[in-house]
């Protein structure tokens, strides 16, 4: 294990922090420990921003919403939401994937991986097929098969998706990533979080790094003076993009072969511990300036 690298001498100071929370901000219990949260405040004190970025719906934002400082927005279901936390969840901008290129999506799967059940993620919530892992916490959720989740009786008239979820029973989860890819990478953006065969489908060009540079050009912020981290897949874009950032100490090696960085794992800390230091060098940089 490799200790957080320092930046570089010319590295600007970071005026914004984005992490992935599962598997990196979070310990594998949930919760947010003490000094991750004295970490956070201090890093809004000095006058850095944090970004929550996950591939979680807004309304399993609970978890961290009491540590959102400032603007309170988050970014959710891997860049498909902007949701501003303060208003309990409320949706500030959507970036949806169009229910005819999920259709066309659910075919290419079925025929390329028989035996892959999907669940579609709606602003509204999600709903799923009869053979897919039941969401024990969504229990208002219809099940039926993809093609009628995604019926609509007028183009427009249904609630905007979000994500489309692709489970498979029995494919390694980076052979199945492959297989998704390969059947209709042309069409929407693949990507996966979850240690079993779990894809998350968003529309093309959608990613967490996408729509975080969206919201890093309306506040006059470049790439380099972001900081992120991640775990996994879902993570990448958006570690390539941040002009520093580090991979978990557990995290997917595909992860850590696209961070600057490397920290300690998500039950140790990890995200904390980089913080800590970011924070330090704000404060020196306001005090030379002073």
Same mark, same amino acid.
């Given at each position: 294990?490799?200790?957080?690298?320092?930046?570089?001498?010319?590295?600007?100071?970071?005026?914004?922090?984005?992490?992935?929370?599962d598997?990196?901000?979070?310990?594998?219990? $949930?919760?947010?420990?003490?000094?991750?949260?004295?970490?956070?405040?201090?890093?809004?004190?000095?006058?850095?921003?944090?970004?929550?970025?996950?591939?979680?719906?807004?309304?399993?934002?609970?978890?961290?919403?009491?540590h959102?400082?400032?603007?309170?927005?988050?970014?959710?279901?891997?860049g498909?939401?902007?949701?501003?936390?303060?208003?309990?969840?409320?949706?500030?901008?959507?970036?949806?994937l169009?229910?005819?290129?999920?259709?066309?999506?659910?075919?290419?799967?079925?025929?390329?991986?028989?035996?892959?059940?999907?669940?579609?993620?709606?602003?509204?919530?999600?709903?799923?097929?009869?053979?897919?892992?039941?969401?024990?916490?969504?229990?208002?959720?219809?099940?039926?098969?993809?093609?009628?989740l995604?019926?609509?009786?007028?183009?427009?008239?249904?609630?905007?998706?979000?994500?489309?979820?692709?489970?498979?029973?029995?494919?390694?989860?980076?052979?199945?990533?492959?297989i998704?890819?390969?059947?209709?990478?042309?069409?929407?953006?693949?990507?996966?979080?979850?240690?079993?065969?779990?894809?998350?489908?968003?529309?093309?060009?959608?990613?967490?790094?996408?729509?975080?540079?969206?919201?890093?050009?309306?506040?006059?912020?470049?790439?380099?003076?972001?900081?992120?981290?991640?775990?996994?897949?879902?993570?990448?874009?958006?570690?390539?993009?941040?002009?520093?950032?580090?991979?978990?100490?557990?995290?997917?090696?595909?992860?850590?072969?696209?961070a600057?960085?490397?920290?300690v794992?998500?039950?140790?800390?990890?995200?904390?511990?980089?913080?800590?230091?970011?924070?330090?060098?704000?404060?020196?940089? $306001?005090?030379?300036?002073?």
């Open positions: 294990m490799t200790s957080p690298r320092s930046p570089r001498p010319s590295a600007p100071v970071a005026r914004l922090i984005a992490t992935d929370l598997g990196t901000l979070l310990r594998d219990d $949930k919760s947010v420990s003490e000094r991750t949260v004295a970490a956070l405040a201090a890093a809004e004190r000095a006058g850095i921003e944090v970004f929550f970025v996950t591939g979680r719906p807004a309304r399993w934002m609970d978890v961290v919403s009491d959102v400082h400032g603007h309170g927005l988050a970014i959710c279901a891997n498909a939401a902007v949701v501003d936390l303060h208003a309990g969840g409320t949706f500030l901008e959507v970036r949806p169009e229910r005819p290129v999920a259709l066309d999506v659910v075919r290419a799967l079925r025929a390329a991986a028989p035996g892959t059940s999907f669940a579609v993620e709606l602003t509204t919530g999600i709903h799923y097929e009869p053979q897919y892992p039941p969401f024990f916490l969504d229990p208002g959720a219809t099940v039926a098969t993809a093609e009628k995604l019926f609509e009786e007028a183009p427009g008239s249904a609630a905007p998706v979000l994500k489309l979820l692709a489970q498979h029973p029995e494919l390694d989860p980076d052979v199945f990533l492959a998704t890819r390969e059947a209709a990478g042309d069409r929407a953006a693949f990507t996966r979080s979850s240690p079993t065969a779990l894809v998350e489908i968003s529309a093309l060009g959608v990613s967490k790094a996408s729509t975080l540079a969206l919201c890093c050009a309306e506040r006059g912020i470049a790439a380099e003076e972001v900081v992120a981290f991640g775990d996994m897949p879902n993570d990448i874009e958006m570690l390539s993009w941040a002009g520093r950032s580090y991979a978990m100490g557990n995290a997917h090696p595909d992860v850590i072969a696209a600057s960085g490397r920290t794992g998500n039950n140790e800390d990890g995200v904390a511990v980089v913080i800590e230091q970011l924070v330090a060098e704000a404060l020196a940089s $306001k005090e030379t300036a002073g």
